[in-house]
């Protein structure tokens, strides 16, 4: 049972440099979040998406963009990468008819910016 | 206001020992609340739901607290394996969008 994906689970850039993280879901699940964990600070959501072709932003979304062409797969992507998005970033999932409050987590992105 | 704001910690606590964890929140229209523990460099896991008054699971009772807008959590007979981060998780934006607070670690020494 594979759940949520994530890859890379690590990548180094540059400043100015551009990369999608790519999250993907074998659970069937509508609704998809990508967060982003710095130290010392609980996950601050980005971007999240309700179903396939529907985004909408989070609480910290300058930066960044996503999207969700199939159900399975929700995209982070960064255009012009830059040292304060350096974070560890987490893609999670869950059914809309659930309210148990349970979020699938992926493993993690680790994402250092030079 | 931030949406949901967590006891900073970190606490230290003995093995054995009662330690209890607050959350406050603004949404007054959240109805249903829930509680994650993470250990370090891992993903996130769901500990307990609150959905009315409060709920129990053995060692572990989470408490909800409308009229002053907290939740809590109350970890009794700590084990050195609850060693961990806490965090307190809302809803917003009609239950589709989880908002995370700070969390709060927890050490347990022996």
């Known amino acids: 049972n594979a759940g949520v994906t994530q890859t890379p689970k690590f990548r180094v850039l540059k400043t100015g440099q551009s990369m999608t993280l790519l999250c993907a879901q074998d659970m069937n699940h509508e609704y998809m979040y990508w967060y982003r964990q710095d130290p010392g600070m609980g996950l601050r959501l980005i971007h999240y998406s309700v179903g396939e072709g529907t985004t909408a932003k989070g609480e910290v979304p300058d930066g960044y963009n996503v999207s969700r062409l199939k159900k399975q797969n929700f995209l982070l992507g960064l255009e012009s990468a830059a040292p304060s998005q350096t974070s560890v970033y987490f893609c999670?999932?869950?059914?809309?008819?659930?309210?148990?409050?349970?979020?699938?987590f992926g493993e993690g992105s680790r994402l250092t910016v030079l | 206001r931030k949406e949901v704001e967590q006891d900073p910690g970190p606490f230290n606590v003995p093995e054995g020992a009662t330690v209890a964890f607050n959350c406050t929140y603004s949404n007054s229209a959240s109805q249903s609340f829930f509680w994650y523990r993470q250990d370090c460099r891992k993903e996130p896991k769901l500990l307990m739901s609150v959905y009315s008054s409060g709920n129990e699971d053995g060692r572990f009772t989470a408490q909800l607290n409308r009229a002053s807008q907290y939740i809590s959590l109350l970890i009794r007979d700590s084990k050195l394996s609850d060693s961990a981060t806490y965090l307190c998780v809302v809803p917003s934006g009609g239950y589709n969008k989880l908002i995370f607070g700070a969390g709060t670690r927890l050490a347990v020494h022996p």
């Open positions: 999670a999932s869950r059914s809309p008819g659930d309210n148990t409050g349970e979020l699938f």
